[in-house]
């Protein structure tokens, strides 16, 4: 699915199925829909517990490889003040969140209000993108092992109605999980990404899928009407 050239002034959120330290093409799509040619990137890896590593992944693929001005706002051991916290989320070209527990980072992102930040930062016209938990949070509800064994979350910032599922082709279970809680209503339909895709949505409607893996695919999981699921591959391009 595309639309040919993407405004700059509409609010957008890119669903990632992975992302920086593979390939890098991923990283590159969302790079192309930055405001600015030489974007500012913040990472949030608050769902990681700010994992040193995963920050260190992170600032080595934007802040070395690419042409960005590369930033972290670690929450877990916060330095900034509410009005630092809030110049930092809404100075940025690209919010980018990490994978981990999609839960805890909610609950996290809540008693900071980073949530309301991002919520600012969206209309405003931010692009707000992650992988995984990174990508759940976004939608109304989302598909997680939060909880440790496959469960549902309706408790995302509702930028983007129905539901998300990440690692729909890789994780085992998550199919049958996903289409079973469509099914009987645990969750609202919604969007399933196989890992190497990504989903742009411009101001809650999608507008953009690309794939990076041969056979990848975003889909669009819908109760039939039935007590089943109507399950559709969404059609893009390929970056490879």
Same mark, same amino acid.
């Given at each position: 699915?595309?639309? #040919?050239?993407?405004?700059? *002034? ?8 992975? =992302? ?11 790079? #192309? ?33 690419? *042409? ?8 877990? %051991?916060?330095?900034? *003040? ?46 707000? !993108? =992650?992988?995984? @938990?990174? @990508?759940? !949070? ?46 009987? =209503? ?16 411009? *101001? ?18 819908? %109760? ?17």
């Amino acid at each position: 699915m595309s639309r #040919g050239p993407i405004a700059r *002034d509409h609010r957008r959120v890119a669903l990632l199925g992975g =992302g920086f330290g593979t390939d890098g093409l991923l990283d590159g799509w969302v790079l #192309g829909h930055a405001r600015s040619s030489r974007p500012r990137v913040c990472f949030l890896p608050t769902a990681s517990g700010d994992a040193p590593a995963y920050v260190e992944w992170f600032l080595d693929a934007f802040g070395t490889r690419r *042409d960005c001005e590369a930033s972290v706002l670690p929450l877990f %051991q916060r330095e900034l *003040d509410d009005d630092a916290l809030r110049a930092q989320v809404l100075a940025q070209d690209v919010v980018y969140v990490g994978g981990g527990n999609t839960a805890n980072m909610l609950a996290v992102w809540r008693v900071h209000g980073v949530d309301r930040l991002l919520r600012e930062a969206y209309d405003q016209g931010t692009l707000l !993108c =992650g992988t995984s @938990a990174g @990508a759940n !949070c976004w939608a109304e509800a989302s598909h997680t092992d939060s909880f440790g064994p496959l469960s549902h979350l309706r408790d995302g910032l509702g930028l983007l109605s129905g539901s998300v599922c990440p690692h729909y082709d890789s994780e085992p279970g998550r199919r049958p999980s996903y289409r079973a809680a469509v099914a009987d =209503g645990s969750l609202p339909g919604g969007w399933a990404l196989d890992d190497g895709v990504g989903a742009l949505f411009l *101001d809650g409607e999608p507008a953009e899928t690309v794939s990076v893996a041969p056979g990848a695919h975003v889909y669009r999981v819908e %109760q039939d009407g039935r007590g089943g699921v109507r399950e559709r591959v969404v059609g893009g391009r390929s970056l490879v």
